[in-house]
């Protein structure tokens, strides 16, 4: 699934997941999920919101590694879009939309900053080709 930043100003405040992704990803009522951020794992709390019509992940140590991953320090920036995979029970792993995905998904919207979140992409999306030129032998994701 594809989701997105909630900023504040030029702060970071959450992760929204989208209302129809809560309802086909998550079980309903669980309490806590676990979340992978690159080599972190962290145990997030939903708030009773969440299930109704705040779909937001609100978390100071999501929201730390957000915003040094998207590091923009300026007033309203527009959401960063990210990738959210199952992985097991109750736990997904979260990392940077590829840039051809996230253009895409950018000009598709016609305006950034309304950016709707985006549902039906793949879950494992296809490998960024780099050129050789650029000398590199492999990129991790």
């Known amino acids: 699934m594809v989701v997105r930043t909630q900023n504040k100003g030029s702060h970071v405040t959450g992760l929204n997941v989208g209302a129809n992704n809560v309802q086909r990803y998550f079980p309903k009522g669980i309490l806590t999920i676990e979340l ?3 080599h972190l794992r962290i145990r997030c709390g939903l708030e009773p919101e969440f299930w109704q019509d705040w779909p937001d992940i609100h ?3 999501l929201c730390d590694w957000l915003e040094f991953k998207y590091p923009y320090g300026k007033p309203n920036r527009p959401p960063a879009l990210l990738t ?3 992985s097991e029970n109750n736990s997904f792993r979260v ?3 590829p840039l051809e ?3 895409r998904a950018t000009h598709a919207s016609g305006d950034y900053r309304q950016l709707d979140i985006i549902e039906g992409l793949p879950a494992q999306l ?3 080709l780099i050129p050789p030129s650029l000398g590199l032998r492999a990129v991790l994701l």
């Open 36 to 38: 992978q951020l690159g």
């Open 59 to 61: 978390d100071s140590r």
């Open 84 to 86: 959210m995979m199952v």
């Open 101 to 103: 995905v996230h253009t």
């Open 126 to 128: 296809p490998p960024v």
């Open 95 to 97: 990392e940077p939309m």
